[in-house]
């Protein structure tokens, strides 16, 4: 399995991360704090609208509303690096082990991206500022969606290996040489 450090690094580099987008992630941190809650409220009424994610949150809409305004903190902190990686990979694994589909992540991820569109153009003039700083909040939230993925796929590669009695590797390498 290829070093999921490398990953997150190569990842970061090809969507083209930077220092600038940790700058700008920063500066919006504030307006994310206080416009942050509605976003949430609104991406738990997309989840709470279709059955099958509806049943993964019934009953705990206001303890997931905490835990999705600590990830959004995490988001605009600054911190990109190994540890916001692992707890971004430990996010992705409660999401594995609740049930929720893959399509669900890449869905709300959407949702998240156009509601800090709209967040941004409400408080930001500069048409060049607002481009900037919406790339910046969209790298995060795919790289986000990239770890999330890692996640599944790992979740997915130990459950095939206990179910065949393959080892990891050579199931990587199956898949790897599409055979």
Known sequence: MQDRNHIYAEAKSFVG??????ANLVKLGPVFKERGPALTDAFYEKLAS?????KIIHGRVDALKQTHARWMEGLFAGDYGE?????????GLVHV?????????????????????????????DNAELSRCYQSVVRILDL???IINLAYEDERLDRLSKFTGMSRKLLERCISRGA
């Open 17 to 22: 991360f930077t220092a600038d987008d940790e």
């Open 50 to 54: 279709v059955p099958e994610t509806a």
């Open 83 to 91: 540890e916001y990686f692992q707890s971004r990979l430990r996010i």
């Open 97 to 125: 082990r609740v049930g929720v589909l893959p399509r669900w992540c890449e869905c709300v991820i959407s949702v998240l991206r156009t509601g800090s569109h709209a967040i941004l153009a409400e408080t930001i003039q």
């Open 144 to 146: 986000d969606l990239m």
